[in-house]
Nanobody
């Protein structure tokens, strides 16, 4: 069992940065793909970024490429999402998920952290 806890959400002005972190307890992220998703009320959850824990390879949604960076800290067993040049449309609840090789819907999910970008 993997328990994920997100942190770092909050209120930021447009153009500003914010850094989210996802910490795991219960086991390490080894062999997992760890991703960030976001969801607005009444909308489907949207993929933001993901990173392979084993080799660090990452991929991003087109909407965040060049602005967001996902990274891993092996010693701390955490995954971070550095968000720069934030836009009001980035306002959402952000979720961390750890995927051992199944459909994302069946992965381990955190409780989410609110990110609000004011214009």
């Amino acid at each position: 069992q993997v328990r994920l806890v997100e942190s770092g959400g909050g209120l930021v002005q447009a153009g500003g940065p914010l850094r989210l972190s996802c910490a795991a307890s219960g086991r390490t992220f080894s062999s997992y793909v760890v991703g960030w998703f976001r969801q607005a009320p009444g909308e489907e959850r949207e993929f933001v970024a993901a990173i392979s824990w084993n080799d660090g390879s990452a991929n991003y949604a087109d909407s965040v490429k060049g602005r967001f960076t996902i990274s891993r800290d092996i010693a701390r067993n955490t995954v971070s999402l550095q968000m720069n040049s934030l836009k009001p449309e980035d306002t959402d609840v952000y979720y961390c998920a750890a995927n051992p090789g199944v459909a994302w819907a069946n992965a381990y999910w955190g409780q989410g952290t609110q990110v609000t970008v004011s214009s």
